[in-house]
T-cell receptor, first 114, second 111 residues
Framework: SQTIHQWPATLVQPVGSPLSLECTVE??????LYWYRQAAGRGLQLLFY??????ISSEVPQNLSASRPQDRQFILSSKKLLLSDSGFYLC?????????????FGPGTRLTVT | DQQVKQNSPSLSVQEGRISILNCDYT??????FLWYKKYPAEGPTFLIS?????DKNEDGRFTVFLNKSAKHLSLHIVPSQPGDSAVYFC??????????FGAGTTVTVRA
């Protein structure tokens, strides 16, 4: 069966510090991968998605970037964090074809920028 | 621009009764609709989906109804159980890789 991992679970970082969140998927090949952010009391906002190694699409202009160095690895980064980057970050995957619209989420990372 | 809206932020229901969650959308190009359940500090869990060519899909205690003319869908949970207490998100896709999510409805099932 497929499993998705995210780490760390929680993170407290000062403004201006760098960020690296990692997501890995097991049990599937060539998944579509996604990064979302959920702000307090809000729905999920899609930040990035990737359909293959090195292929990244950005949905919103922001202080963050994403990379996919391996088939089942997705990384969310920032060079300098802003207070507005605080939130709950979720990685998700879906199959590359067929029911690709059904996305499956990881446990999330709670990021607090101080 | 919020294309998927869940206008009820919360719902309280007695155990054993029906929970009805509502969702409205504005984009007629959406092809698939999904419901997710989320517990605090966890990622959302996929519950059920429906294609725009159908008007009903059922999976155990969960049934989703789609009214395309009204751009409205609903999730019925029957019977409601204490473990159903969570935040429920409605989402929609235009047959591409992107999901647009509503803001969520918090369901509380009372014993």
């Amino acid at each position: 069966s497929q499993t998705i991992h995210q780490w760390p679970a929680t993170l407290v970082q000062p403004v201006g510090s760098p960020l690296s969140l990692e997501c890995t998927v097991e049990g599937t090949s060539n998944p579509n991968l996604y990064w979302y952010r959920q702000a307090a009391g809000r729905g999920l906002q899609l930040l990035f998605y990737s359909v293959g190694i090195g292929q990244i699409s950005s949905e919103v202009p922001q202080n963050l970037s994403a990379s996919r160095p391996q088939d089942r690895q997705f990384i969310l980064s920032s060079k300098k964090l802003l207070l507005s980057d605080s939130g709950f970050y979720l990685c998700a995957w879906s199959v590359p074809s067929g029911r690709f619209y059904e996305q499956y989420f990881g446990p999330g990372t709670r990021l607090t920028v101080t | 621009d919020q294309q998927v809206k869940q206008n009820s932020p919360s719902l309280s229901v007695q155990e054993g009764r029906i929970s009805i969650l509502n969702c409205d959308y504005t984009n007629s190009m959406f092809d698939y609709f999904l419901w997710y359940k989320k517990y605090p500090a966890e990622g959302p869990t996929f519950l059920i989906s429906i294609s725009s060519i159908k008007d009903k899909n059922e999976d155990g205690r969960f049934t989703v109804f789609l009214n395309k003319s009204a751009k409205h869908l609903s999730l019925h949970i029957v019977p409601s159980q204490p473990g159903d207490s969570a935040v429920y998100f409605c989402a929609a896709s235009r047959n591409d890789y992107k999901l647009s999510f509503g803001a969520g409805t918090t369901v509380t099932v009372r014993a």
